[in-house]
T-cell receptor, first 112, second 108 residues
């Protein structure tokens, strides 16, 4: 069982839909991350939150909007996505920047 | 050239064999990580190293900071070790820079 919980596990949406991915951890970690992973490729960093503030945005298109409502929760709001956005979206958390990251099982997103 | 290079890209082994996966990096780092990803997605952090050697069960990770090189060894390999093994480094802040991964298949 993973200590970082992501919901939903699978999501299929049309290009005009609005949906959100959720990530939750109760380990008291103060850094949380969103990654995008395409098949047979390593994860690509999208966003980093540190102490509930956005600290890194890797030039991600504005159709992806992160939110950190509190220290345990991280959301990724999706709107007007493109077919090339279909991927596995992974959330991770760590106690601090120099500690190992704990990953969730990911949300597999398909854009029709 | 990628900042993190792994070899081999693919590895097939027979159950019981000793396995080595290599990782070279070209930037200064504060730590190196070995991660395991099974089909279906979830990533598990195996080791975080900044020097020397670490051991956990049948897994051993070593790092040579001067040579910018790390190895992951699996002793007495088992089919359940089949996964993608990813080397990642932390050159600055809290960003991980990933290698391309090594796909390991252990046959029984």
């Amino acid at each position: 069982d993973t200590e970082v919980t992501q919901t939903p596990k699978h999501l299929v949406m049309g290009m005009t839909n609005k949906k959100s991915l959720k990530c939750e951890q109760h380990m008291g970690h103060r850094a949380m991350y969103w990654y995008k992973q395409k098949a047979k490729k390593p994860p690509e960093l999208m966003f980093v939150y540190s102490y509930e503030k956005l600290s890194i945005n890797e030039s991600v298109p504005s159709r992806f909007s992160p939110e950190c409502p509190n220290s345990s929760l991280l959301n990724l709001h999706l709107h007007a996505l493109q077919p090339e956005d279909s991927a596995l979206y992974l959330c991770a958390s760590s106690q601090s920047s120099n500690q190992p990251q704990h990953f969730g099982d990911g949300t597999r997103l398909s854009i029709l | 050239k990628n900042e993190v290079e792994q070899s081999p890209q693919n590895l097939t082994a027979q159950e019981g064999e000793f396995i080595t996966i290599n990782c070279s990096y070209s930037v200064g780092i504060s730590a190196l990580h070995w991660l395991q990803q099974h089909p279906g997605g979830g990533i598990v952090s195996l080791f975080m190293l900044s020097s020397g050697k670490k051991k956990h069960g049948r897994l051993i990770a070593t790092i040579n900071i001067q040579e910018k090189h790390s190895s992951l060894h699996i002793t007495a390999s088992h089919p359940r070790d089949s996964a993608v093994y990813i080397c990642a480094v932390t050159p600055y802040g809290n960003k991980l820079v990933f290698g391309a991964g090594t796909i390991l298949r252990v046959k029984s």
